[in-house]
Structures are given as C-alpha cells and as structure tokens.
C-alpha cells in the first residue's frame, strides 16, 4: 500500500505542549514526555479559536499580515483536546501544523506587537514542537553511523535535547539574545542558550526556500558544534553535495554506472580546474556550480554522446549522485549499508530531501510492485553468482598488479575457501598459506572490500535484466524518465542489501567464530569449490 505523501502525512497535535525531555535514567530511550500547562492553555486559548470571526485577524506580528494560522480549523473538525494534555486521537496535516507555526511563530517574534508572556508562551509551544524532529534527527544520524563507531542516538542528546520548558523564554529586541522572563514584564539574559530557542532564533519562515521546520531543525542538530566535535572524534564529517563531488577518488568512480561515471568527470573538469585556479590561502567552502560552469559541463557530455536536457536536470543528477557518493562512504565506513531511507539535508537550505522510499511506491502501482519484487527474487541468485565472479575476478586481477601482493594472488581462492567455508581465524590461515602475519592476510584477502565489489556487480547485474524486461512491468513508457531509473537503481539496491548484503556485512564485523550461515557465504563457497574443481580437472 502508498504511504501518505509528505504533504498529507498526519502529526498529532500534542507535539505543542508536551515537550521530549531529556531522561538519562530512563530506560532504553534516555528521554521523556512532560506536559507543559502553560504551553497547553495557550495552545488552547489562542490556536484552537482562531476560527472565530471575531478572533480571524486579531493576531499581527512582525511577519507583517494575519497569519494563515487564522483560517486552520475552518479546514476540518475542531480537535478536542483532554484537559491532561493528552490528545484525544487528533492529527493534522503537514500544511495545517505549517499554519499553526505561522502563527505561533508571529507570537512569538520580538517584533511581535502581544505581551512579554504571549509571547514566551508561544515560544514554549513552538519549542515543544522542536523537540520531536531534535529527537528524529539524532536517531538518523545514529542509524547512519552507529554501527562502526560505536555510539547510539541516546550519546547525542545531551548536546541537543537540553530544554526542559521549565523557564519562559523570548528573544530581546536584537532577535538574538534569549531573555528569561520572570512573572508578566521582568526580564534577565540567560546564562545557557537554549538550542530550541537558537533553533527557531535563526528559522526564517518567509524564506524563499520554504523549508519546513522540521527540515531546518535537522539541519541545525546537525550543525550543532558539540555534536559534530562529538562525531569528528569518531573519524566522521559532514560534507556538501559539492564538497562531496569534488573530492570523490576513482575507486568511487568505478562504483557507478557510465552515464553517472562521465557526468561526473565533466563536474572534476570544471569545476576542479576552476578551484585549482583560486587562492589556496585558507580552507574554502564549496560553492554550488555557477550557471557558466553547468553551460560547460553540458557541452563536455555532448561531446561525450550524453544528453541532458537542461541544466536543471544537470544539477538534479549531481545531486543524485553526491546521494550515492554519500551512502558508498556510509557502506565504506561501517561495513553496512544504512539501516532504512533516510534524508539528506542540503547545506545552504537546510530543507532535507527524501530518499525513495524502499517499498517503491512513487511510480509502480502495487500490482506491478508486487510481480517486479518477485521478478527480483527469482533472479537475485544468478545475479549474486555472476556478481560474486565478476568481484572476485577484479580482487585477483589487482593483487596481480601489486608489486606487494602480487605473488600472494594466486594464494586467495584458497585463502577466501579456508576463512569463509572451514572457519579458520586469520592467525591459521597465515600459518597454512606462508603469510608473515594477520595483517597480511587481511591485506591480501580483504573480505570487505570483495563483499563491496561483489554487491556492485550484483545490482548493476540486476539493473541491466530488469532494465531489459520493462516491457513486462509496464515500464517502456517511463524508460526516458531518469529520476524513474534512480528510484529504480535505489529500490534494487535497498532490496539487495535486505536480501543479501546486510547479513553478509554483520558476519564480516563480527571475527571470530564467523557465522556461514548468510546467502553471500553459502554462494561464494559454492563458487570456490566449483574453481577447485575446475582447476583439478
């Protein structure tokens, strides 16, 4: 069944007044809900009378006209909200709870013509709200890099989670300077920045961007200094699209399909020479491509033979491909592919950008989706197979143009059949094949950088057969769509990694008393004993 599209997606409406605290000694979550009263009887008050025509445009702020927030409840029922602060079942759409901080975030502006407490209290409500997505981000970030670094979203939340709504707090005239108000009108700077309050301090609603706030408080988690020291400690950084593109090396360009591999060398071509022609005094931050350099890029991959229709198409594919840059280092690092879809923020915006949903429900209606699965599943093995020969054949090929490892290539089929298919422990294997030590073997061997090789071939193996069987899923006519063919090649990869390569991954990470039981081991044993009995022929 089609998830609701973000447009629609339903958020209860409690998220106003009932604020996720920071909990270490809860168990399993490290946080809390609290019910703020405050938060609820202004929510109550203000938000859910809005539709009285006496009240529709009584509320002005600095954002110049009555909010859209006025109008909200004339869309549908009017909530009903227990007095505990516990919602009674009532969500709204995406767009409702924008109309709903259009106006809160009026209130609360410094500009705002309402009173000191108006205002703090409107603040309150808006910082409950900001809490959530705080929390959403840290798991994201967590589920992307947690598996190889050893840290759980709950190490994160102190640097972000750190508002427990007990003080009323507005921004000073400046817009900058959050103020404590104690009682109606007395006033004295804080001592500690609340992140919620910097969070929504630096939202510009009227953005030409129109990001939502819940994408801008992505992007600020993120940002946040501490969290990121916290997260460079552990050998990780966040990089631009561009900055990404820029620095991808040619063990990733082999990673992608043709078309991608040469629209990515036109970006180095001119977009690297451009900065090699640029002062180098400082670190400098990667712009976006000027309209010039996209004009240039285009013209190369005519040159090429590789059409692209406009230059927003151009940027459009760029992007795609830092996505896939993105999760190939996530692969790299961890060993497993991410967990589940997940966003990408874009640094200059902050509006994040999903990724394709894993059940595919973008372009193919359930039936096709249902019999294209299938179609997957009875072709994956044969893929996996000729993935696992093709990976392999690459592997041996490279150690025979080492000057290093060159005379241990012909030693791999054995070594790969001695620690995948009898269990033997790197020490043993040194001992069997002559090596000096460990290190050697795992240089030699190099389980994950074959099971990276091997998931290459296997989905681009899986791409192709399907790529050439559109007619059977109604596919033809969507075949010149290439945002279609990349939420294809993301849907093929998601399946994959399900089926395959995330059991495979876990087995690599865990050493010792290795586990044979994975698909991936079970067909490259198969594959080293059909090699061994060749050779014996």
């Given at each position: ?60 702020g ?26 009674t ?47 959403k ?35 000073d ?28 301090r ?41 900055a ?81 840059l ?83 290539a ?6 790969l ?41 296997t ?11 559109a ?41 010792k ?25």
């Amino acid at each position: 069944m089609a998830q609701l599209s973000k447009s629609v997606r339903m958020v209860p409406l409690s998220r106003y007044w009932e604020i996720l605290r920071l909990d270490p000694a809860s168990v399993g979550c490290g946080y809390k809900k609290l019910l703020l009263p405050l938060a609820w009887e202004f929510f109550q008050q203000k938000c859910l009378e809005l539709d009285a025509p006496e009240t529709r445009c009584s509320v002005r702020g600095s954002v110049g006209q009555s909010p859209r927030g006025a109008r909200l409840l004339g869309r549908g029922p009017r909530p009903s909200v227990a007095p505990q602060g516990h919602a009674t079942g009532t969500h709204l759409s995406v767009e409702q709870h924008r109309d709903i901080q259009t106006s809160l975030y009026a209130w609360f502006h410094p500009e705002a013509s309402g009173s000191p407490i108006s205002r703090a209290r409107a603040g309150l409500c808006l910082r409950c709200y900001v809490s959530y997505p705080i929390l959403k981000a840290c798991k994201k970030l967590a589920s992307l890099y947690s598996a190889s670094h050893h840290f759980t979203y709950r190490d994160l939340l102190p640097f972000v989670l750190d508002d427990d709504g007990k003080v009323l707090i507005i921004l000073d005239q400046d817009g900058i300077t959050q103020l404590i108000l104690n009682g109606d009108r007395e006033t004295k700077k804080t001592d500690y920045q609340f992140f919620t309050v910097e969070v929504l301090r630096k939202y510009n609603l009227n953005s030409s961007s129109k990001s939502r706030l819940d994408d801008w408080v992505y992007y600020q988690t993120k940002q946040h200094p501490k969290l990121k020291e916290f997260l460079s400690e552990r050998g990780l950084c966040f990089l631009s699209d561009w900055a990404l593109l820029n620095r991808a090396r040619p063990t990733q360009l082999e990673q992608l399909l043709p078309r991608d591999r040469k629209i990515l060398e036109a970006f180095h071509a001119v977009y690297r020479r451009d900065r090699r022609q640029q002062p180098t005094k400082k670190a400098r931050r990667c712009p976006d491509p000027t309209q010039s350099q996209l004009e240039e890029m285009r013209h190369l991959l005519q040159e090429k033979s590789v059409i692209v229709n406009s230059l927003v198409q151009l940027r459009d594919e760029l992007k795609h491909l830092a996505r896939v840059l993105r999760r190939y280092d996530i692969w790299i690092r961890s060993g497993f592919p991410p967990s589940e879809s997940l966003e990408v923020s874009d640094s200059d915006t902050g509006r994040d950008r999903e990724l394709p949903d894993q059940n595919f429900t973008n372009t193919l209606d359930a039936i096709a989706r249902q019999e294209l699965q299938q179609f997957c599943g009875q072709q994956l093995i044969a893929c996996l197979d000729l993935g696992i020969e093709q990976g392999l054949t690459e592997h041996i090929t490279k150690l025979q143009h080492s000057r290093s490892y060159a005379r241990f290539a012909s030693k791999v089929i054995s070594g790969l059949e001695l620690i995948y298919c009898h269990g033997k422990s790197q020490a043993e294997i040194a001992s069997i094949l002559g090596m000096t030590n460990q290190s050697q073997v795992s240089r030699v061997l190099n389980p994950k950088d074959l099971l990276n090789r091997v998931r290459f071939w296997t989905i681009d193996k899986l791409f192709h057969i399907i790529s050439h069987a559109a007619h059977q899923f109604n596919l033809a006519n969507m075949s010149r769509d290439p945002d279609y063919f990349r939420n294809l090649m993301e849907h093929l990869e998601a399946f994959v990694d399900a089926e395959v390569f995330q059991e495979a991954a876990a087995e690599i990470m865990t050493g010792k008393n290795r586990s044979t039981n994975s698909l991936y081991t079970q067909r490259l044993c198969r594959y080293l004993e059909t090699l061994k009995q060749e050779n014996h022929d």
